[in-house]
T-cell receptor
């Protein structure tokens, strides 16, 4: 069964910590995405990558960075976690050409 | 700027009735649209998609309608079941510019037994 796997379902981190959220897909997809989901705001794009070592900023990249060293893995990094980064983080992947995404189950991050 | 929005944040229907979830999009150049379903504690799951050269597409119990004249997208669910209770998102793809979908804020569908 093809899937996108996010390494943690729940995380609690302290303000100022450096946080890594990991995402792995087994579908050989070129494109990978990180969104955050907040009540009433839907899914907002943080960063995406369309190839290894390539990345593009989404709508809300501030306070985040990403790493794509291998095709199957896309990491989201919170350089110095803040309470306003408490959210549900969703990773997705797709083939290029406008096909739908496959999403992971999400990581609920709480920054205290 | 471009946006994808929903008319009704919460929709409550009786089991067995048909449901209609609406979405307005603002970018007339968008060429591809998708509906996702998100159940509690899970990531969004693909339901059905439609390209801009079509105005209707049917799946199993679901139909998506696209009205490009008024930039409106709808998802129809026939004979709604308790398992359909979830948040539904529409998403649009711009053919130029960034290569990522833009999502709406979601509609919660509640199915009453």
């Amino acid at each position: 069964d093809v899937k996108v796997t996010q390494s943690s379902r729940y995380l609690v981190k302290r303000t100022g910590e450096k946080v890594f959220l990991e995402c792995v897909q087994d579908m050989d997809h070129e494109n990978m995405f990180w969104y955050r989901q907040d009540p009433g705001l839907g899914l907002r794009l943080i960063y995406f990558s369309y190839d290894v070592k390539m990345k593009e900023k989404g709508d809300i990249p501030e306070g985040y960075s990403v790493s794509r060293e291998k095709k199957e893995r896309f990491s989201l990094i919170l350089e110095s976690a803040s309470t306003n980064q408490t959210s549900m983080y969703l990773c997705a992947s797709s083939h290029p050409g406008g096909s739908g995404y496959t999403f992971g189950s999400g990581t609920r991050l709480t920054v205290v | 700027g471009e946006s994808v929005g929903l008319h009704l944040p919460t929709l409550s229907v009786q089991e067995g009735d048909n449901s209609i979830i609406n979405c307005a999009y603002s970018n007339s150049a968008s060429d591809y649209f998708i509906w996702y379903k998100q159940e509690s504690g899970k990531g969004p799951q693909f339901i059905i998609d439609i390209r801009s050269n079509m105005d209707k597409r049917q799946g199993q119990r679901v139909t998506v309608l696209l009205n490009k004249t008024v930039k409106h997208l709808s998802l129809q669910i026939a004979a709604t079941q308790p398992g359909d209770s979830a948040v539904y998102f529409c998403a649009e793809n711009f053919p130029r510019g960034r290569r990522a979908l833009t999502f709406g804020s979601g509609t919660r569908l509640q199915v009453q037994p």
